[in-house]
DNA sequence: CATGAATGAGTATTCATTCAT
DNA sequence: CATGAATGAATACTCATTCAT
């Protein structure tokens, strides 16, 4: 059963409801990467699915839920793929360099995903003005980095840090890989490769133990 | 004077003219700051000047013009604001800290300004997609850092970097206080001061020779 | 058994496809009473009944058909209550008494069914613009009032009445009744009983013998 | 002056702005009144009016503002024209035959104002479902039924009311004269002058006093 | 110089209806 | 019988731009 006021809640979707949100999803992404966020329209997104635009409301509660999906999806990509490649490391050192290294290589596999949603979060607000995703000041993505950075300085992998540091430290971390997303929607050519291999030295001698004057 | 379809060229402009080309791009920053780039219309920015949405059309050649503006005036006065810093420092490492304490000092001093501009960085394009401005890619904002950290080789500042490592590193500090621009936008209450001093020891390590080991 | 574009006839109908129409009507006549005929759609219709709204459209040809249903199955019971209450009286002054009563009390029972009744003929057109239903103008309607009013002057409980006045009369008893429905749909805690009073009281005095006075 | 979220307060506005705003009252109250409220939409108004959709949107911050408009000036002419009427009667007998006959005579002058005010009161509401407007709620046109009632009772004009009877009589009234509007919105050629005659006539009977008997 | 007025293309969303399964 | 899916037209509203005055 559907209404325009209701739609099913994940666990209930129709085998053809997954198959067709997520064809939008994807075609949402397109559109978004190419042409950019303030140039997508719902039309646009039907015009590249080759759907009308009833499709996309029919399946969708409206632009907001798409956009929100979109983000989703990625993130969750993103995480599976970083979480899988830092499982067995034990030194904060190595789960820094597998965190940058898996990240810039997820954004390398995945550019248009991580294009559009760097369009997003940039730009997606509420008509009052409010934005829609709060990254930066979003804990959800600090955290991670600074329970790192506290992990290294007990088993000795890094300096010591205040906790003002580490957030700043955890910031510039975040800011820098997120700024490697940006260079990547102006140069899809972008050599994520060396980029990666940079910003682990950078980050190593970043952490580094002060002693080692 | 004016003729038709065209706009006088600086150099030709009336007092008057030069005027309200500034009254409006200021309230244009105001309100980008405000509401977002996505919600900024010619309407909302006359509204906000208290003039008719034809003042504008008149003035500048097209939304589009208004808002290269913008980012005109505001790069120009982070400019000057920071090369005033930088003047009479020598060493490279003296030079890197001025940097980065006045660009964070101009944008705790304007920070409409250094929101609007990244709200427009962010999501400014044409019609057919393609970005107004493009920043990162754009030597312009990196060539002079890049000099600096080359620089900093020669008078012994900085460890060595090959060409491709400066070029990341330069990014880096530049995506790095961009991004504190970022945080600005979602917390204007951020405490940039704290900030400033962070980051300076942050690159200052960065930087060291590997002899330090 | 259905064929393609035909419902079935009323006396083909099986007993699911009954049960399903009465109960699609039920809900219909919820929604318009609640949310107003025009914010009544299928889908709120559907919503309401827990069904999908292929339901609606394949047990009722169209909207329109649905809409006239609703207002059916009203007059239906509508009539059925006020005959039994009229049923037995004699003298017109009574019978007059009874229909007022007997139909405000009707409303008191049933606020949602008139509630949607006035809504649907109040607003249902077709695309075009032609009323779907013309009460007012429908002599279906006033032929009983004005019957009564013949009587009345017969068996001698009315004052004489030209045609034209007992024409006026009847629609001013319907309106002001209707009226009260409206009321109704304002108000729903109206005094019904109340009204009924002072209504019995007015009509028996606009009707009485000229020898009054 | 005129941005997208202010429009000019009537004492500002222009010669040619007042002109439109009438222009598309009128029109909007020719459409409403041909094919109903619900088949009115912004842009049919447009079609009548012979402009594009946005001179609509430009002079009216909304659908809404503009139904709201219609009912003003329809009830604004109505009552000059009543006032005039009824102004040098002095009992209240005669106030109340004024009242009747006036009333229905600019029902007669404007049947497509009074038809197009009857859709927008049936009909009108917000997406919640909420009445614009309440109409039979309002004390505002019951009133000075009201008040002439009292007047009636005291100058010996009317038989003795309870206020609650006063109340019923004074909603009698003017659901009768409403209803007369439904009936000309069915049909056009109502002969409104006998009607005039007919309610004068009742409503005389219905406030005789009751010594007439 | 400045404005009010108008345009027309564009926006997201809603809806009655159709139809294969 | 019933459903989920899809359609396409319609809805109100926004906007950058143009232009006569």
Redesign the interface.
């Known amino acids: 059963?559907?209404?325009?006021?209701?739609l099913n809640k994940p666990e209930n979707r129709s085998f053809i409801e997954d198959a067709r949100r997520a064809q939008i999803v994807d075609c949402a992404i397109e559109v978004i990467a190419?042409?950019?966020?303030?140039?997508t329209s719902i039309s646009r997104i039907a015009e590249e699915a080759g759907i009308s635009k009833g499709v996309i409301s029919y399946h969708f509660l409206s632009k907001e839920e798409l956009i929100q999906q979109v983000v989703m999806e990625v993130y969750q990509a993103g995480a599976i793929y970083m979480d899988s490649h830092m499982k067995g490391k034990v030194k904060a050192k190595d789960i820094l360099k597998a965190y940058i290294e898996s990240n810039l290589a997820f954004m390398g596999d995945n550019p248009k995903k991580i294009i559009a949603v760097t369009?997003i979060l940039?730009?997606?607000?509420t008509?009052?003005?409010k934005?829609l995703f709060?990254v930066?000041?979003n804990d959800q993505f600090l955290a991670p980095i600074i329970q790192l950075l506290e992990l290294g300085q007990q088993d000795g992998s890094f300096r010591a840090l205040s906790t003002?540091?580490a957030k700043?430290?955890a910031?510039?971390i975040?800011?820098?890989i997120?700024?490697?997303g940006?260079?990547l929607a102006?140069?899809p050519n972008l050599d994520l490769e060396?980029?990666s291999k940079?910003?682990k030295?950078?980050f190593d001698?970043?952490t580094?133990k002060e002693e080692?004057?």
């Open positions: 059963m559907r209404t325009n006021n209701k190419t042409k950019g966020f303030v140039n369009e940039a730009n997606a607000r008509k009052e003005g934005r709060d930066t000041a003002f540091s700043v430290l910031t510039t975040r800011d820098t997120d700024g490697v940006f260079q102006l140069d060396s980029y940079e910003l030295i950078l001698l970043a580094r080692i004057i």
